[in-house]
């Protein structure tokens, strides 16, 4: 038997000593070495984790984003919850791929629509085309389809299977507008089996209660709470072809109006549908933690003249009471709201607008206007000019804009102004049956692509408020949609402000207030179509970043270690 002498052990050699110290050494400085080798070549990213919540206004009422009538709560989720074949995107403000890819043929009336093979909806399932013929042939075109708009905006459109991923939409006539109708929102067809046209729409349908769709979050859970306030719980989409978002969770914190929302609410990500009149004094009680973002929306305020009136047929009496608006005077004391001069001003056409009370004089006179005996009111062919002009009680700046107008052109013009502010089912009515000479109404495109519409024959009577029914337009129309190219746009603009038709005020404010601590969310912001875009790339939005490596994936980092190591000796 083996003793040990003395009760030690055997002392360690030096020269293993040694041997150890240059292998910590050695690996010490490899450590630090590939340390400053990656922090050389690597960037910071996304990483996943958070929350993100919102404080807004609104109320539910269908989840489903194809039936006739929605909140503004609910296309927030729609917009969350769903993915269409092609979207809008807000930075170029082009129609771009989305679900799917798509071609025009060179007849410019065909479009090929082919599905991407990651596209799939919240539970798993692929997004087929079975879904998206059971979407726009059996749920849009079906004539029982109770959303009238969307419904005629594709009555004349048929639709074929080219293969297992692609379909053909023909259209009647070109429109390069046609794939901003393809934004529409996929519906899950295995999530309608068996339902009426009337049931795929109803808000109560199973369906709609729990939406599957291809979008970056799956809706959890609606948890009712006091005073008419709800949280609405979503979680990120597993499935989501742009990737998995890295916000693991979204809470919208829902309030029946703003004045619930500023006395109850938390310290939410974003506070959303703030009116513009509390803005600054509530991001000043926040103690200016949150950044305001300004955007805009496809809508204008404007005044309307109704060209079948012969009161309002004389182009120089239009140009005259246009040239007699003080925009800039009428727009000092009402907050949100920026002067626009141009019908296309979301298109980025421009048009200038000068107040000219002596031109406008001047301009009625050279077209057959003169002052009867009172001096009092204008005369035409001998027959006094008496014109009715009719608004809204809601919102109520309208009454005030009309209220303004009406004062000016009466001091500095002399014209006799009967104006109505009805309330908003008498003005419908007004609206329908023509029962006016100028009318003063917003116009909002968020969900109609195609403002050209407002201007053409077919529309007279519809979105047509002036009644304007020339060829000369229509036929401009048509280029635009033709071409698309802006000198069209730049045209048909030219030719509207020559018969003027119309002549625009404003465009609403609308800010967000966003926490600075959130990332990826302000290069978004600008142009946005609705107020649910706000949402856009939302899988993007982050809170916390990790290194990664910038290198070319096919390179070698071994390699590439010791040649930089080479590199700095």
């Known amino acids: 038997m083996r003793h040990r002498r003395n009760g030690h052990r055997r002392p ?39 929350i993100f919540t919102e404080s807004t206004v609104g109320s539910l009422q269908n989840l489903n984003p194809l039936a006739p009538r929605h909140t503004l709560l609910d296309r ?23 679900l799917a890819t798509f071609r025009m043929a ?12 990651s596209a799939r909806f919240s539970n798993g399932d692929p997004v087929t085309i079975d879904d998206v013929i059971f979407t726009y042939e059996q749920v849009i075109q079906n004539p ?31 429109n390069v507008f046609f794939p901003s109708l393809l934004t529409q929102p996929i519906l899950h067809r295995a999530s309608f089996r068996n339902a009426l046209i009337e049931e795929i729409t109803d808000s109560s349908f199973p369906g709609n209660k729990k939406p599957v769709g291809a979008g970056p979050f799956v809706l959890q859970n609606i948890i009712p709470e006091d005073s008419g306030r709800f949280r609405i719980f979503l979680e990120r989409n597993p499935y989501y072809f742009r990737g998995k978002p890295f916000l693991k969770q979204l809470v919208l914190y829902v309030y029946p109006n703003f004045d619930h929302l500023k006395i109850e609410h938390t310290w939410t990500t974003m506070y959303s549908k703030l009116p513009e009149r509390e803005l600054e004094r509530f991001q000043a009680s926040l103690f200016d933690e949150y950044a305001a973002r300004e955007y805009v929306l496809p809508r204008f ?31 000092k004391n009402e907050i949100g709201w920026n002067r626009i001069d141009s019908i296309f001003f979301f298109e980025n056409v421009e048009s200038w607008h000068e107040r000219n009370f002596p031109a406008a004089r001047l301009t009625l006179r050279d077209n057959g206007f003169r002052y009867n005996e009172e001096r009092d009111i204008r005369l035409f062919d001998g027959k006094p000019v008496q014109l009715k002009m009719i608004t809204s009680t809601q919102p109520p700046v309208y009454s005030r804009f009309a209220q303004n107008m009406r004062q000016t052109w009466e001091q500095e013009l002399e014209i006799s ?66 071409s698309g190219a802006q000198s069209d746009l730049f045209e048909l603009n030219k030719k509207l402000t020559e018969l003027v038709p119309a002549f625009i005020l404003a465009t609403p404010q609308y800010h967000l207030l966003v926490d600075r601590d959130l990332l990826g969310f302000s290069g978004t912001f600008g142009k946005i179509r609705t107020h649910a875009e706000r949402f856009y790339n939302v899988h993007e939005w982050h809170f916390y970043q990790k290194r990664d490596w910038d290198w070319d994936r096919d390179a070698s980092k071994f390699f590439g270690f010791f040649h930089w190591l080479f590199s700095q000796i």
């Open 12 to 50: 360690i050699p030096r020269r293993v000593k040694i041997i150890a110290l240059l292998v910590l050494i050695v690996a010490g400085a490899f450590w630090w070495g590939w340390r400053q080798y990656f922090r050389a070549h690597s960037k910071w990213v996304p990483a996943s984790g958070g």
């Open 76 to 98: 927030d989720l729609h917009q969350l919850l769903y993915e269409g074949l092609l979207r809008h995107n807000p930075l170029t403000g082009l129609v771009e791929e989305n």
């Open 106 to 117: 060179d007849d410019a009336k065909t479009y090929f629509i082919t599905l991407k093979d």
């Open 144 to 174: 029982n389809f109770s959303n009238e708009i969307l419904r005629g905006a594709f009555e004349y459109i048929s639709i074929d299977v080219v293969d297992e991923k692609t379909l053909a939409f023909y259209l009647p006539e070109p």
């Open 301 to 331: 305020v404007g005044v309307f003249f109704n060209l079948d009136s012969p009161a309002v047929q004389n182009p120089g009496l239009r140009e005259a009471l246009e040239m007699a608006v003080d925009k800039d005077r009428i727009l």
């Open 417 to 482: 102004v009967q104006l109505e502010v009805l309330n908003p089912i008498e003005f419908q009515q007004a609206l329908a049956e023509r029962n006016y000479d100028l009318v003063l109404f917003g116009q909002n495109f968020s969900e109609n692509f195609d403002s050209l519409s407002t201007w053409h024959s077919s529309q007279s009577g519809k979105l047509n408020l002036a009644n304007l029914t020339q060829e000369e337009i229509d036929a401009l129309i048509d280029d635009v949609r033709l």
